[in-house]
């Protein structure tokens, strides 16, 4: 019994120990520190600490460390690895993976732009009745083709425009043979057969199929790489306005566009800029990817924006704080403009995902101007304490002062453009 009594004094000093270290302060403020650290070349990083806490470095080659009664400051030199061990009275709590990054900075958007995109094939966005002799019938439907199937291929031809589909369609109506389909379905690929019908009223031969191969918007830049003049726009994928799809790109071009006037937003109505292609409709950049992070492609000529036209240092998605920041625009014309927002809250993503922080308009001149963020403002870049951080995406529908942001590390890595593998060679 005695020895069963000192196993339960034991066990019991043992778990309220285990609870004090827990809800200790000095120790549990360090339960907050990730795990691995990502800095920048020339960037600071700063922790206060309780007085009896110390860090120490594995090594000195590539970060320099500076230690206070109340706070460590790490400064990145190098690009390289290193860990950084925090001890309690000699007892080690928190082992930190620092990891430094090659200086990484990029052109801060802002600019209104026009976009045109070329789907893969054409986009089947509606079925129609064709009237004949024996009665009004879909060709398409009967077919088993579904409104946002891709034809990307008529007897074995690749299909590029909606003007090459016609003759295929009068030649087989003529021949009256069937035309052999090839059609691209979010599911995969599939071959079908469709027989042309004769309209009665117009006397040609019709597929039974509304289709449409481009379409065209506004939308904001976000950022321009200066070395290979990659950019990121938009923040969010371009879908179809009657399917409600992601559009497969083919290929696609930017032009600059005009901003003529703004439908205001309110409750329940998100506004909207109104804009329009620039004069000389001048091609200034391709489009290759529509992702849900955005539009990705690379600029023929420079494009800068009157406002901030230095490169800027970038935050990864665990160094973006809630508080104060500001958002740059075009409301009028096609002047950029700096507009401040609040970062309400912000997420450290670990792998890519759109939604990564919740901003609100706090400008009174733009709230005044738009009531908060409208359709066009989508890609208008974050920029956070002399930062880029992300990119304007979503707005609340029913609160247009507020809506959604994206992380730019994911905007840059959905352009080609990994700063960790830039480090990793770098170091190698």
């Known amino acids: 019994m005695k020895l069963e009594m000192i196993r339960k004094?034991?066990?019991?000093?043992?778990?309220?120990?285990?609870?004090?270290?827990?809800?200790?302060?000095?120790?549990?403020?360090?339960?907050?520190?990730?795990?691995?650290?990502?800095?920048?070349?020339?960037?600071?990083?700063n922790l206060n600490k309780a007085a009896p806490v110390t860090a120490r470095l594995a090594s000195n080659s590539n970060i320099s460390l500076n230690q206070e009664k109340h706070s460590v400051s790490l400064l990145a030199m190098e690009t390289g690895k290193n860990e950084m061990l925090l001890e309690y009275a000699g007892i080690p709590i928190k082992k930190v993976d620092v990891n430094v990054l090659k200086d990484f900075r990029v052109f801060p958007g802002g600019q209104s732009i026009g976009v045109k995109l070329n789907t893969v094939g054409v986009l089947v966005v509606?079925?129609?009745?064709?009237?004949?002799?024996?009665?009004?019938?879909?060709?398409?439907?009967?077919?088993?083709?579904?409104?946002?199937?891709?034809?990307?291929?008529?007897?074995?031809?690749?299909?590029?425009?909606?003007?090459?589909?016609?003759?295929?369609?009068?030649?087989?109506?003529?021949?009256?043979?069937?035309?052999?389909?090839?059609?691209?379905?979010?599911?995969?690929?599939?071959?079908?057969?469709?027989?042309?019908?004769?309209?009665?009223?117009?006397?040609?031969?019709?597929?039974?199929?509304y289709i449409r191969d481009s379409a065209a918007g506004i939308g904001t830049m976000t950022f321009i790489h200066p070395q290979t003049k990659k950019y990121g726009a938009l923040g969010h994928v371009i879908s179809d306005m009657d399917t409600k799809r992601p559009i497969v790109v083919e290929d696609g071009q930017i032009v600059r566009s005009t901003v003529t006037s703004i439908e205001k937003g309110s409750n329940g109505d998100p506004g909207e800029k109104l804009a329009r292609f620039s004069n000389d409709r001048e091609i200034v950049g391709s489009i290759n990817k529509n992702s849900p992070f955005g539009i990705f492609?690379?600029?023929?000529?420079?494009?800068?924006?009157?406002?901030?036209?230095?490169?800027?240092?970038?935050?990864?998605?665990?160094?973006?704080?809630?508080?104060?920041?500001?958002?740059?625009?075009?409301?009028?014309?096609?002047?950029?403009?700096?507009?401040?927002?609040?970062?309400?809250?912000?997420?450290?993503?670990?792998?890519?995902?759109t939604k990564g922080m919740v901003i609100k308009i706090t400008d009174p001149k733009l709230l005044e101007k738009t009531g908060g963020i409208v359709q066009g403002m989508s890609g208008s870049p974050i920029i956070q304490n002399g930062k880029l951080v992300g990119a304007v995406t979503h707005v609340f529908v029913n609160d247009p002062t507020s809506g959604y942001g994206v992380h730019i590390e994911w905007m840059l890595n959905e352009a080609g453009i990994n700063i960790y593998e830039m480090s990793k060679h770098k170091a190698s």
């Open 9 to 45: 004094i034991i066990g019991g000093i043992l778990l309220v120990s285990l609870i004090s270290i827990i809800f200790f302060h000095p120790l549990r403020q360090y339960v907050s520190i990730p795990k691995t650290l990502f800095l920048f070349e020339g960037q600071k990083y």
């Open 126 to 209: 509606g079925h129609h009745l064709v009237n004949t002799p024996e009665g009004k019938k879909s060709p398409g439907e009967l077919a088993g083709i579904k409104v946002g199937d891709i034809i990307t291929k008529i007897n074995g031809n690749k299909i590029e425009k909606m003007t090459d589909v016609a003759p295929y369609v009068q030649a087989a109506g003529q021949n009256k043979k069937a035309l052999n389909l090839v059609i691209s379905r979010e599911n995969g690929k599939f071959s079908t057969k469709l027989t042309p019908l004769k309209d009665k009223t117009e006397n040609s031969y019709k597929l039974g199929l």
């Open 297 to 353: 492609g690379k600029l023929n000529r420079d494009l800068s924006n009157g406002i901030m036209d230095k490169p800027l240092p970038i935050a990864l998605s665990h160094q973006v704080k809630e508080g104060p920041a500001k958002i740059l625009t075009v409301v009028n014309n096609d002047k950029v403009e700096e507009f401040n927002v609040e970062i309400v809250s912000t997420i450290p993503q670990k792998f890519p995902a």
